[in-house]
């Protein structure tokens, strides 16, 4: 069974579009994450939900959205789609917010192209 | 703020052992978490260090020096299939917000 899945895997987009991603996770786990991944490999921090609350919030332009409807998903709306927004996003997951061996639980990616 | 800084590029043949240096300042620190990323592969966990000292598990080793700010990955009796990127990330003290290196690339030839 996929721990932590997003869809879609491949995204090819025009500039100026708007895209969502979905990510689902049925490990039980409270708190969810996206990151983005660029082409020099540097994965960075974008949001993280726990229990559907918002807890981390990076420098991220106000284009990207992220909604949890319950604790097991966490998806990303994306408005206006730029050039530079082509990168790999991780959707990811762990048991709770700090503290412990808790690491957290990666999907497979979404690697996300603007034409 | 948070610096973390890995080697780029590892090269090592297949049966040896590579160590991977991770030297890191961080705000806070609430552990260090050592993950492995296939190409085009997500990230999988692979050790946890919170505490100085090694952490052993199978082939892989884990170690850390909080003083110091220094970890390091120590891969023995390499095996193709090792060949990924490694990828140091330290916890800050808020939180469970990982900061990543850029990962270093190992290389395993036969």
């Known amino acids: 069974d996929t721990a932590v899945s997003q869809t879609p895997k491949y995204l090819v987009t025009q500039m100026g579009n708007d895209k969502s991603i979905k990510c689902e996770q049925n490990?039980?786990?409270?708190?969810m994450y996206w990151y983005k991944q660029d082409s020099k490999k540097f994965l960075k921090i974008m949001f993280s939900y726990n229990n559907k609350e918002l807890i981390i919030n990076e420098t991220v332009p106000n284009r990207f959205s992220p909604k949890s409807p319950d604790k097991a998903h966490l998806n990303l709306h994306i408005n206006s789609l730029e050039l530079g927004d082509s990168a790999v996003y991780f959707c990811?997951?762990?048991?709770?917010?700090?503290?412990?061996?808790?690491?957290?639980?990666f999907g497979d990616g979404t690697r996300l192209s603007i034409l | 703020g948070q610096n973390i800084d890995q080697p780029t590029e590892m090269t090592a043949t297949e049966g040896a052992i590579v160590q991977i240096n991770c030297t890191y300042q961080?705000?806070?620190?609430?552990?260090l978490f050592w993950y492995q990323q296939h190409a085009g592969e997500a990230p999988t966990f692979l050790s946890y260090n919170v505490l100085d000292g090694l952490e052993e598990k199978g082939r892989f080793s884990s170690f850390l020096s909080r003083s110091k700010g220094y970890s390091y990955l120590l891969l023995k009796e390499l095996q193709m299939k090792d060949s990924a990127s490694y990828l140091c990330?330290?916890?800050?003290?808020?939180?469970?917000?990982?900061?990543f290196g850029g990962g270093t690339r190992v290389l395993v030839k036969p």
């Open positions: 990811a997951s762990s048991q709770r917010t700090g503290g412990g061996n808790q690491p957290q639980h």
């Open positions: 490990l039980g786990h409270d708190t």
């Open positions: 961080t705000s806070g620190f609430n552990g």
């Open positions: 990330a330290v916890r800050g003290a808020a939180g469970n917000k990982l900061t």
